[in-house]
């Protein structure tokens, strides 16, 4: 890092770690002020916030206001988060800055003492881990594999393409990704390419997906002809998935409560080649619009609003961003959306509840709550559903997805049938 890429960390680094806006968000903004920065320059800056992000409790320990100190922190985690030494950093640092970092530095061991600190978890998220029956070794592999940096996935556009000639493509291109393991569709590349800018990308071939995204549309089960709901569709990519899965036939809405998000859906389709889809804004899960739908989709799928913790390897900031009341409102939010839901879909219909949540709170304790309380449906096990398409993954009647285990981004699906 130079000089001048280390004064433009700084100056967004002090804007991120007030936490008044998603990370991505700001460096977004950030990025389209500084046009004349380059690719790698803008690469340098947004790895260390990251870094920052990421190693934040142990800075914290030496920086208790770390936003009003933002050059100290971003040192900090070039040290400590990107692997650059002290020594390396002479000409960046002045005397003190030097002697601040080695001694940071020297307390590798007295951070492993501390399970905040070790985990890189705060102390208020640790709680609501523990209220939610996480033991402390849990925690600490849960904070770890959360530090590690996500992987690149993408969708292969089944309507547009086949993986086995996108994967000869691209390692022919010289480009390393490898089929996903789990999901059919998917390639994952380690060094994340700007695969954004690549032709299979801007004709709609590809599309960015997590793997375990892309799982989340497989339950589904969506076929030809079929009328599926998409009931919080945000910008899209699960409701792309489905389209495709329905051969772009069929009717699928795409509802949301915002419009950015849907109008951000409409260039996607266009270049995905999907006519199916029919985006429609909604004021709530309650509003009236979507009365005329009651009891007729054979599908409904719910990715409700939550916490985002299985999502922190790319939204660290997140750890800070969520508290236990902002957590419990959620719940008693998704609970809403998933009972409106329900009411859509058919007898014999399938619903589906996912979250990017860790928390049996907003995912376990949610299921049984709805199957408690409704007795004209079943829980489908969503491990039969995955074999049936010849996915090998068993993680029994739901489907709990894990970084550690499964390289993918948390995630937590239900699957139910309405039976009468």
């Given amino acids: 890092m130079n000089s001048t890429q ?153 309507l547009k393409a086949r993986r086995d000639a996108v994967l000869a493509q691209w390692q022919a291109e010289d480009l390393h990704g490898t089929a996903t393991p789990l999901s059919p569709w998917g390639i994952r590349f380690a060094d994340k390419p700007a695969v954004n800018k690549h032709p299979l990308f801007l004709d709609g071939s590809v599309e960015v997906q997590d793997e ?10 969506a076929k030809r002809g079929q009328m599926i709901v998409d009931f919080c569709a945000g910008a899209g990519g699960k409701t792309l998935a489905v389209g495709a899965m329905m051969n772009n036939s ?65 939204n660290p900031d997140l750890k800070y961003r969520q508290s236990a009341e902002r957590i419990a409102a959620l719940c008693t939010q998704q609970y809403s959306i998933l009972s409106a839901a329900a009411q859509l879909v058919r007898i014999g219909g399938r619903l589906v509840y996912a979250t990017c949540s860790v928390l049996p709170d907003e995912n376990e304790r949610q299921a049984e709550r709805f199957l408690a309380e409704n007795p004209s449906w079943k829980a489908l096990s969503a491990a039969d559903l995955l074999t049936s398409q010849k996915i090998p993954l068993n993680t029994g009647t739901y489907l709990r997805l894990n970084t550690a285990e499964h390289h993918t981004d948390g995630f937590f699906a239900a699957v139910f049938e309405r039976v009468k």
């Avoid at 804007?15 to 990370?23: I, K, N, T, Y």
């Avoid at 002045?94 to 705060?122: C, I, M, R, V, Y």
């Avoid at 419009?259 to 260039?267: M, V």
């Avoid at 989709?297 to 913790?309: H, M, Q």
């Fill in 6 to 158: 280390l004064a433009h960390t700084t100056d967004v680094l002090s804007d991120v770690l007030l936490f008044r806006q998603p990370a991505d968000v700001i460096l977004s903004a950030f990025f389209r002020r500084q046009r004349k920065l380059g690719r790698q320059d803008r690469h340098e800056i947004a790895e260390t916030v990251f870094a920052a992000l990421r190693h934040l409790q142990k800075i914290q320990t030496a920086l208790k206001k770390p936003h009003t100190q933002a050059k100290k922190a971003a040192l900090a985690a070039l040290v400590l988060g990107r692997g650059v030494s002290v020594q390396a950093l002479s000409s960046l640092c002045n005397e003190e800055e030097s002697a601040w970092l080695s001694a940071l530095k020297s307390q590798k061991n007295t951070f492993a003492d501390a399970l905040n600190t070790a985990a890189e978890l705060p102390v208020e998220l640790i709680a609501v881990l523990r209220q939610n029956g996480w033991q402390d070794d849990a925690i600490l592999a849960f904070g770890k594999t959360a530090m590690q940096n996500a992987p690149l996935d993408v969708r292969v556009n089944i």
């Fill in 250 to 314: 069929g009717r699928l809405y795409a509802f949301d409560t915002a419009e950015k998000r849907l109008n951000n859906l409409k260039p996607r389709m266009i270049r995905a080649g999907l006519t199916n889809i029919h985006p429609q804004r909604i004021d709530d899960e309650h509003d009236k619009r979507i009365d005329r739908l009651h009891g007729k989709a054979d599908c409904v799928l719910v990715d409700a609003p939550c916490s985002g913790l299985g999502t922190l390897r790319r």
């Fill in 212 to 221: 375990g995204s892309q799982l989340l549309a497989l339950l589904t089960g």
